[in-house]
């Protein structure tokens, strides 16, 4: 998680301030997620054409094309962990667009043309990450918990 966030936080902080994501910023994540998706494959590919369509979509409306490789390097990245995360990950990233829109929208009291799209994709992989985590831990302690009760059916035995 630190080295993603590592690499995320230029990312975010270079959409905010020039509104461009360096190709070597994208070039150094695919290095990190490259084995990953080597590893695990590509995961199910309905879902993953379906996010590529998806973001082409936006990207035809008018999202950058930093963005729009941000996006696919991530999307496949979720899709090769085989949960159901891309889903809620793309929601999420639209929640969180439509959010900044509007928090632009009251503070300078017009619509924006454009906003940086980085901080949204980094807040829907922290909110991914950390349900993630959260059920890594969850199982875990349902194991251990699990296995402390068949340990203690075997002492009363």
């Given amino acids: ?37 080597f590893i695990r494959g590509l995961g199910e590919i309905t879902p993953l054409i379906l996010f590529i369509v998806a973001i082409f979509g936006m990207s035809v409306l008018g999202m950058g094309m930093g963005d729009f490789k941000l996006l696919s390097l991530i999307g496949v990245f979720l ?8 889903t809620y ?24 043309n454009s906003i ?9 992989l922290t909110f991914i990450w950390r ?3 959260n059920c890594i831990c969850h199982n875990r302690v349902m194991r251990w918990l699990t296995a402390g009760e068949s ?7």
């Fill in 89 to 112: 990950f793309s929601a999420l990233v639209l929640t969180f667009s439509m959010a900044h829109v509007f928090w632009i929208s009251i503070r300078s009291r017009s619509i924006p």
């Fill in 1 to 37: 998680l630190l080295p993603f966030v590592i690499l995320l936080a230029p990312i975010v902080i270079s959409d905010i301030h020039y509104r461009r994501i360096p190709n070597i910023y994208l070039l150094l994540l695919s290095y990190c997620l490259i084995p990953t998706i």
């Fill in 116 to 124: 940086p799209m980085a901080p949204s994709i980094f807040l829907a």
């Fill in 131 to 133: 349900r993630d985590s």
């Fill in 79 to 86: 899709n090769a962990q085989g949960q159901p995360s891309l």
């Fill in 151 to 157: 340990h203690g059916q075997a002492l009363s035995a």
